[in-house]
């Protein structure tokens, strides 16, 4: 079976930092590209970044303008999501979400239950 | 980036009804569309991809129409935990994939 496990989320003040974590199960996770969505309270679904299964290639959405960085330890399983300098804006579910096929299409079978990040003072 | 836009926003329907719901793509996404249903509390649910393929134990009452611009999500013989909202996100040209605003599907 299949299953996503994000953490790492909580209250972080503007200006901040926070990592991500997902911990997956259940399928050959070196073979899948793997992203991050996330979801701005009663808003919604909006993608954050795409990791390739090797972790050699990765794409950003272009509002996060570079203070965002994916990567993957494929040795423990475990997708990350390094957030800095973050905003009010940046409020939201985080999910990590795997690609449906080996060949990536950007589309998501499997999600994780979300990490809650909220940036205040 | 390609603007996915859904509508109805909300929509009304009886038990045991048919929901059509709309996705239209600011340009041509050929068949690369995919529908999420989404319930309070829970992750996004792959139902549809390929704008017409059922996800592995997605039952028969959902399907998929559409190519291009102009894409479908119709729900036959609406039953109680069908009622959530409901996402068409393409996954032609990337990045970014880009997700509709939703639809939720509501009991009348």
């Known amino acids: 079976e299949v299953q996503l496990l994000e953490s790492g989320g909580g209250l972080v003040q503007p200006g901040g930092s926070l990592r991500l974590s997902c911990a997956a199960s259940?399928?050959?996770?070196?073979?899948?590209?793997m992203s991050w969505v996330r979801q701005a309270p009663g808003k919604g679904l909006e993608w954050v970044s795409t990791i390739s299964g090797n972790g050699i290639t990765t794409f950003y959405a272009d509002s996060l303008e570079g203070r965002f960085t994916i990567s993957r330890d494929n040795s423990k399983n475990t997708l990350y999501l390094q957030m800095n300098s973050l905003r009010a804006e940046d409020t939201a579910l985080y999910y990590c979400?795997?690609?449906?096929?080996?060949?990536?299409?950007?589309?998501?079978?499997?999600w994780g239950q979300g990490s809650l990040v909220t940036v205040s003072s | 980036e390609i603007v996915m836009t859904q509508s109805p926003a909300t929509l009304s329907v009886s038990p045991g009804e048919r929901a059509t719901l709309s996705c239209r793509a600011s340009?041509?996404?050929?068949?690369?569309l995919a529908w999420y249903q989404q319930k309070p509390g829970q992750a996004p649910r792959l139902l549809i991809y390929r704008a017409s393929t059922r996800d592995t134990g997605v039952p028969a009452r959902f399907s998929g129409s559409g190519s291009g611009t102009e894409f479908t999500l119709t729900i036959s013989g609406l039953q109680s935990e069908d009622f959530a909202v409901y996402y068409c996100?393409?996954?032609?040209?990337?990045?970014?994939?880009?997700f509709g605003q939703g639809t939720k599907l509501e009991i009348k």
């Open positions: 340009q041509s996404v050929s068949f690369n």
């Open positions: 259940g399928f050959t996770f070196s073979n899948y590209a």
């Open positions: 996100q393409q996954y032609n040209k990337w990045p970014p994939p880009t």
């Open positions: 979400a795997k690609d449906k096929f080996l060949e990536w299409l950007l589309f998501f079978d499997y």
